[in-house]
Structures are given as structure tokens and as C-alpha cells.
Nanobody, 115 residues
Framework: QALLAESGGGSVQPGGSLRLTCAASRTIFGLRGTGWYRQAPGKQRELVALITSSGNTNIADSVKGRFTISRDNAKNTLYLQMNSLKPEDTAVYFC?????????WGQGTQVTVSS
């Protein structure tokens, strides 16, 4: 069983919303950052949003004002609320938990935005 498991992906029309969830099967100690990345066909993987252990966030310009990253430490869970989705948001979305010495990835969840 994977350490990180994404869920919440699917198909939606432009302007729609989805909430992605990344649940860790156990507490990961020494986290420095948790974030979401995406990769579209023929494109490089890119950072979408991240949140540090202290609560600071970095959001990609392409999704600012539309996506929100949050976490629930008690549940070892990371979220990505995606609103006003556009076709260019179509990609496989991966969550990442990073410590000083390790980086953990989920298997990815497909998000498709089309009319």
C-alpha cells in the first residue's frame, strides 16, 4: 500500500470545481513541505502549490485565485481545492511530502477539464 494516496480526480466541464485529497497512511515526521504537482501529456511536471510546515504557501501564477492548498495535520491529509477549472488544467496531479532527507510521492490522480 502506497504511503500517499490521492483521490478526488475526475472529469469536469470548464468552470467546474474539484477537490483533491492526499492522505498519508501514517504520520511523516520532519516535514518541510507538502505540495501538489501536475503533468500534462507532452509537458514537464510543474509545481502547482505548496505549503510549508510553518503554514506558508506558494501558488503557481497560472492557478492563483482559483486553487487553494490546505492541510489537516491531525488527519495527515493534504487538500487542493480547484475552482474555475480550465481545459489547460487537465493533467495528472501528484501530491508530494518532503522532509530534509526524503521525498514521497503519490501515484497520481487524473483531472480532465473539457466541454
Amino acid at each position: 500500500q502506497a504511503l500517499l494516496a490521492e483521490s478526488g480526480g475526475g472529469s469536469v466541464q470548464p468552470g467546474g470545481s474539484l477537490r483533491l485529497t492526499c492522505a498519508a497512511s501514517r504520520t511523516i515526521f520532519g516535514l518541510r513541505g507538502t505540495g501538489w504537482y501536475r503533468q500534462a501529456p507532452g509537458k514537464q511536471r510543474e509545481l502547482v502549490a505548496l505549503i510549508t510546515s510553518s503554514g506558508n504557501t506558494n501558488i503557481a501564477d497560472s492557478v492563483k485565485g482559483r486553487f487553494t492548498i490546505s492541510r489537516d495535520n491531525a488527519k495527515n491529509t493534504l487538500y487542493l481545492q480547484m475552482n474555475s477549472l480550465k481545459p489547460e488544467d487537465t493533467a495528472v496531479y501528484f501530491c508530494n511530502f518532503a522532509t530534509v532527507g526524503n521525498s514521497y510521492w503519490g501515484q497520481g490522480t487524473q483531472v480532465t477539464v473539457s466541454s
